[in-house]
């Protein structure tokens, strides 16, 4: 299997080198309105804001940052294929002007103009983010009425293009099956609520760059590519900053394209993307390694698991993770251009092949040295101890 990561510096609000319904799935996080860290880089785009903040009109420089963005998911619109999924983290802005204070609520402005291109809204998600921060009551303190409720959580906004995606021919229908997810990761992945995930640093030390990145955590972008989209599949990222999304869809097996406005930000995404095979090991490893720590605490507690994994030999919870495989990055290609970096890579069964032999073993030591390991067929139960 072969990727293509492609990070090109433009503008999300014209994506004229991604083609028409090319695109599988969307990962994204844009520049929050009416955030302050983000006022220079809507200005940019449309001087009239600067005016409006100016001035003290909260609700105008907030319709015209969502017009800006609203572009961008018109071309989202035009490069997603049907049945493809978009899902957007955006957070919500409290913020005083002229001596007002209110919310400024961008994930009902977002959910609110994607129906007109087509989309259904599913169930999102709410991220909520652990944070220390040290100023957790705003307002008037102990007296009412002048107290505000603080705000730890963003969303995950899912929308889909049209109807559900289908599978017809078989090479996909394998590639699906390959792409399955634990079912113990399936049950904490697909709650409405995330606690898991923390945020990340957003300091930037490269001196060119800016001094903040907006990153959101790698966990979070892997997490929804493995949900929404299968391997081989194109992931876009129409605001990739550091190339987070990239990264991610690097490591578990997706191609992958990202626009970002912002040039300073391309040698952070490079360094980022060239650490993409050590990320995918430990992704891999880690994901083996706590579902063999389920695997021992369900047998304990249930029995076994009844089905056993293909590729891996240790018992899953359901048919559908029999031939769940998880690839390493065996080669990478890293190519600088004019107008950003293609990345391309190859992956392998390393993972596999130590996996089986440790399963063979494991095996030998239970029914004797030198006596045939017992042969592990799907659908069968297993009975192995882990
Ligand atoms: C919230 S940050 C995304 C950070 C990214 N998820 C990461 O992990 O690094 C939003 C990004 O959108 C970029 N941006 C703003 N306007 C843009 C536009 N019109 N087209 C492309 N990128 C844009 C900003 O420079 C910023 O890097």
Redesign the pocket.
């Known amino acids: 299997m072969e990727t293509t990561s492609r990070l090109i510096c433009?503008?999300?609000?014209s994506m004229d080198k991604v083609p028409d319904t090319s695109v599988d799935l969307i990962v994204?996080?844009?520049?929050?309105p009416m955030v302050a860290m983000?006022d220079d880089?809507?200005v940019s785009?449309d001087d009239r804001i600067g005016d409006r903040l100016a001035r003290g009109e909260g609700r105008a420089a907030f319709d015209l940052m969502h017009q800006?963005l609203d572009t961008?998911w018109e071309e989202c619109s035009r490069v997603l294929k049907p049945g493809g999924l978009a899902c957007i983290?955006i957070g919500d802005a409290t913020r005083t002007l002229d001596g007002d204070f209110q919310l400024y609520s961008n994930h009902s402005r977002i959910l609110g103009c994607f129906p007109g291109h087509g989309f259904a809204a599913l169930p999102d998600i709410i991220w909520r983010k652990q944070t220390n921060a040290p100023n957790k009551f705003m307002g008037s303190g102990m007296l009412p009425v002048g107290a505000y409720v603080t705000y730890e959580h963003e969303y995950i906004l899912v929308l889909r293009k049209g109807r559900r995606r289908k599978f017809d021919h078989a090479a996909e229908k394998l590639r699906r099956r390959e792409s399955a997810f634990f079912w113990e990761e399936r049950n904490v992945w697909f709650s409405d609520m995330w606690f898991d995930i923390k945020g990340v640093d957003q300091r930037l030390v490269d001196t060119a760059a800016r001094e903040r990145?907006?990153?959101?955590p790698l966990e979070l972008?892997y997490r929804l590519i493995c949900m929404f989209s299968i391997k081989g599949d194109v992931v876009l990222?129409?605001?990739?900053?550091?190339?987070?999304?990239l990264v991610a869809a690097l490591a578990s097996g997706r191609n992958s394209i990202g626009?970002?406005?912002?040039d300073t930000?391309l040698p952070v995404a490079r360094t980022f993307l060239e650490a993409a095979p050590r990320i995918a090991r430990e992704y891999n490893q880690r994901r083996l390694a706590r579902h063999r720590d389920w695997v021992r605490t369900r047998t304990a507690e249930h029995g076994p698991p009844k089905y056993a994994n293909r590729h891996y030999g240790f018992p899953v919870m359901t048919a559908q993770e029999q031939e769940l495989l998880l690839d390493d990055i065996t080669g990478i290609g890293i190519a600088p251009q004019t107008d950003g970096v293609t990345v391309r890579a190859q992956y392998g069964g390393e993972a596999r092949s130590e996996e089986i032999s440790a399963i063979k073993d494991n095996a030998h030591r239970l029914v004797g040295v030198g006596a045939k390991p017992p042969v592990i067929k799907q659908n069968t139960q297993v009975r192995l101890q882990l």
Do not use: H, K, M, V
């Not at 433009?10 to 609000?13: K, Q």
């Open positions: 433009g503008s999300a609000r994204t996080s844009p520049p929050y983000w880089i809507f785009q800006l961008a983290n990145s907006g990153a959101f972008a990222d129409p605001f990739a900053g550091t190339g987070t999304t626009l970002e406005i912002d930000l």
